[in-house]
Every structure is written in structure tokens, then in C-alpha cells.
């Protein structure tokens, strides 16, 4: 006698919710769409760590106003990057699930320019800086 077959596993109603339908994707992806959530998670620390670090330990670099708002645009462009990441980690793994492309990576430009306006900030004022 022929065992009955078995049921697959069924996900949480969380989960399904979520992920709206579709079919599991082959693991390999999934893993990989997680490392690259988790690689925009550690950017998101270090521009945190690096707006602390600019506000604790630049005292005597920069002008109080500027050394707040350099600490502040770091710790917004980390706050940014992390909340976002978990966006795009939920859409990819949607587009691999039903098959569709993948979405466009929003989060590197915005990355890009705001790392591009903390840079000339602090180049500028390492320029302007008396010697």
C-alpha cells in the first residue's frame, strides 16, 4: 500500500501576504537576494558609525554648523539605505517569484549622491581650510 503523498509545507499568512503568491524560486537566489539586502544593511552601519565619528571626533576640523549637518546627512543617508533595503529586498524576491524582471536598483544612484555630496563638502572645506 502506497503511502498518501505529502502536503508541502504551507508558509505564514505573514509571509504570504508579502510575497503575494507566486512560486519559490530556486534557493540559490533567494540566498543571494538576502546577501545583497544584508551588504546594503552593513553600508547603512558604517555611514552610520562614519556620522557619529564625524560629530564626536572632528571637533577640531570642522565648524560646529558643518560638523552637525556632515553628521546628520550620514546618519539620514544610513537611515535611508536601511529602510530601502528592505524595500528592495521584498520587490526582488516578488519579480523572482512571478517571473517578472528585476526592478531597477534605485538605491545605488541615491547612495552614489548622497556619498558625492558628503565628499565635495569636506574636500571644500579641506581646500579652504588655513594651512
Same mark, same amino acid.
Given at each position: ?9 504551507? &508558509? ?6 508579502? +510575497? &503575494?503568491?507566486? @512560486?519559490?524560486?530556486?534557493? =540559490? ?5 538576502? &546577501?545583497?539586502?544584508?551588504?546594503? /544593511?552593513?553600508?547603512?552601519? #558604517? ?5 557619529? #565619528?564625524?560629530?564626536?571626533? @572632528?571637533?577640531? +576640523?570642522?565648524?560646529?554648523?558643518? =560638523? ?12 535611508? /539605505?536601511?529602510?530601502? #533595503?528592505?524595500?528592495r529586498?521584498?520587490? $526582488?524576491? !516578488?519579480?523572482? !517569484? ?5 526592478? +531597477? ?7 552614489? $549622491?548622497g556619498? @558625492?555630496?558628503?565628499?565635495? /563638502?569636506? $574636500?571644500?572645506? $579641506?581646500?579652504? &581650510?588655513?594651512?
Amino acid at each position: 500500500m502506497a503511502a498518501p503523498p505529502e502536503k508541502p509545507p504551507r &508558509r505564514s499568512s505573514l509571509s504570504q501576504w508579502l +510575497l &503575494r503568491g507566486g @512560486t519559490d524560486p530556486d534557493p =540559490r537566489f533567494t540566498l543571494a537576494n538576502e &546577501r545583497t539586502f544584508l551588504a546594503w /544593511i552593513r553600508t547603512a552601519l #558604517a555611514l552610520l558609525a562614519g556620522g557619529i #565619528a564625524v560629530e564626536a571626533f @572632528t571637533v577640531d +576640523l570642522f565648524d560646529p554648523a558643518l =560638523r552637525k549637518g556632515i553628521a546628520i546627512l550620514l546618519l539620514l543617508l544610513a537611515m535611508l /539605505i536601511a529602510a530601502a #533595503a528592505s524595500g528592495r529586498w521584498l520587490t $526582488v524576491e !516578488r519579480a523572482m !517569484r512571478h517571473g517578472l524582471p528585476l526592478p +531597477l536598483p534605485l538605491l545605488a544612484p541615491v547612495l552614489s $549622491v548622497g556619498a @558625492t555630496v558628503v565628499v565635495a /563638502i569636506v $574636500v571644500v572645506v $579641506v581646500f579652504l &581650510r588655513p594651512a
